[in-house]
């Protein structure tokens, strides 16, 4: 459905986007995740036919962006992350003014912006003017007006911010919807959990760079696999018990970053799988230390956020 | 199926309470001028003044409305691309099918349909220059002719303008002081190219009497005849003669020179001119500012920069 290459984008002699590659496949829900300045709007606006590319390709369903933007934009729909809404305009007036824009004919229009009006849950807002709403209702209705001519994909740009939890949870269910409907999603956000909760597969930037594609999955498991084990000792362990504990972790090349936070704790860095560790606790036992406990602690998403960007 | 944008942008105008009310004051304007232009007319209507009288206000009462569309039509149009970006509503439009120059044609038409029913609403008033006999039907009509004319280079330019600022303010203040300065830039050779040949002819009394209005015509040449102010000038001068005595009075020689040759001109063949002029200008303005507003270009106005 869409496939990206080696897109790049320069802000003078900024580069906001350095090369990035992306494939999503139809009726994916994608998550886009960074930092801020991480490229994510740079990208999505280009998506949008808002921007060229400095270089590279982006293609939906075969259709160069650049090369035919007009055909594009019959197959994107595209809410960015700051909108404003016309005053004087009922809801379904606004909803029905973009129909028009998109050349959508009289009959469908009607019933697009009935059917729309009932996906967002605003079809009791019918009539009331669009500066009335509240923001999250809002963010439902430029949802609402992405979709308007159908579009194959939907590029949504923070959709969420500023969102209070429960229009959070509203607009989670749409999207879940609109997984169901077959509409391939790129969903963009800085917050990694959010997206992880709804997303099929996750794309990371950082500065202009893809750190990370591929599944929620996959994710979790690339950084729980390398999350700190943390060691907890007898009571009665000893300064030289600790020393010991130590020297014996450090004989393993794959031990790394050996510290002791608190009393009769040491945390490390173990790379290798589950063999590793039943190793390294052996060893341990052989040599006489006092393990009570030993385990490898979970990373969760913000966590992993911060290791894959690296920094904060 | 009509331009979405044009119907929309009306239509939100429409609603609100500010354009009824600027065309309800322009209408008592436009009574209030004519009525005491014609005051003297209408207090002794046999006099031999009385007829130059009800002309000059006529003349007054263009003066007035020509007025009104300069200063109604940036107000009217700042807001058009300018308040889309404010409103932070302009990329949703330029991701649909609707290309930059619907946008673009749409807002325009939108505001020169206004700016016209604006102009027609201080038709009462001047319909009492017309039933007083003062002023022909034709004239009226050519009249009417020039201040859409007017009003459709107004608005272009005010869209133009709109195209390039960020702020409605900004657009404002821009296309206020754009068109006195495409006006002045228009009416450059009355004051540089051609002066001497023009006073010579113009201090040669005999030579003067036998110009034809073609010789005229050419001596102006196309920037002069396609001027809108030239067409103005001639409206208001016809008949009543409202600047002769001013331009002779301060000796403003090439003016008055210019002043002459227009006098030999056909009031109806200048303001023709004249519109073929600001319709000309005014697809350059529309095309230019489509131009500028196409989506997939190297950036769009207002974001260059942002923060991703």
Known sequence: MLEIQDLKRFYGAYPALKGISLKIGEGELHGFVGPNGAGKTTTIRILATLMKPSSGTARIDGVDLVAQPRKARDLIGYMPDFFGVYDHLKCWEYLDFYARCHGVKSQRRREMVRQLLELVQLEEKRETPVNDLSRGMKQRLCLAHALIHDPKLLLLDEPASGMDPRARAEMKGILRSLRDMGKTVLISSHILPELSEMCDSLTILDRGEVVFSGSVQALGEKMNGDAPVRILLSRASTEQILKDAARVLREFPEVRDVESPEDHVLTLRLGGGEDKMEEVLHALCLSGIPVWDFHRGEMNLEKVFMEVTGHD | ?308
Request: with cysteine; proline share 3%.
């Open chain 2, 1 to 308: 199926m009509i331009n979405p944008i044009l119907a929309s942008s009306a239509r939100r105008r429409l609603r609100g309470a500010r354009f009824h009310i600027l065309v309800l004051a322009a209408m008592a304007l436009s009574l209030g001028v004519a009525l005491y232009a014609m005051s003297g007319m209408i207090r002794n209507p046999r006099a031999l003044s009385a007829y130059t009288e009800g002309l000059r206000a006529y003349a007054a009462l263009v003066g007035v409305e020509t007025l009104l569309l300069a200063l109604v039509a940036p107000a009217m149009t700042g807001a058009a691309i300018a308040g889309e970006r404010e409103r932070q509503t302009l990329e949703l439009l330029l991701v649909t099918r609707t290309g930059a120059f619907r946008i673009v044609s749409g807002k325009l038409l939108e505001s020169f349909a206004l700016l016209l029913l604006l102009q027609w609403s201080t038709l009462p008033a001047q319909g009492l220059c017309v039933l007083s006999g003062c002023v022909t039907l034709q004239r009226l009509l050519v009249t009417q002719g020039f201040l859409a004319a007017f009003a459709l280079l107004a608005a272009s330019l005010g869209v133009f303008c709109s195209t390039l600022s960020r702020h409605t303010m900004t657009a404002v203040i821009l296309s206020l002081l754009a068109l006195p300065l495409l006006l002045f830039l228009l009416s450059l050779p009355a004051f540089l190219g051609y002066p001497q040949r023009v006073t010579d002819v113009l201090y040669d009394s005999r030579r003067y009497a036998e110009m034809t209005e073609g010789q005229a015509m050419a001596m102006m040449g196309p920037v002069l005849l396609a001027n809108p102010g030239v067409s103005l000038f001639s409206l208001l001068e016809s008949g009543t003669g409202a600047f002769q005595e001013l331009f002779l009075w301060r000796g403003w020689g090439r003016i008055l020179a210019t002043y002459k040759l227009i006098d030999r001109v056909e009031t109806g063949k200048l303001v023709l001119l004249g519109m073929a002029g600001m319709a000309v200008l005014s697809v350059l303005l529309v095309a230019l500012s489509a131009l500028l507003l196409r989506p997939v270009s190297a950036h769009v106005r207002g974001r260059k920069g942002k923060k991703s």
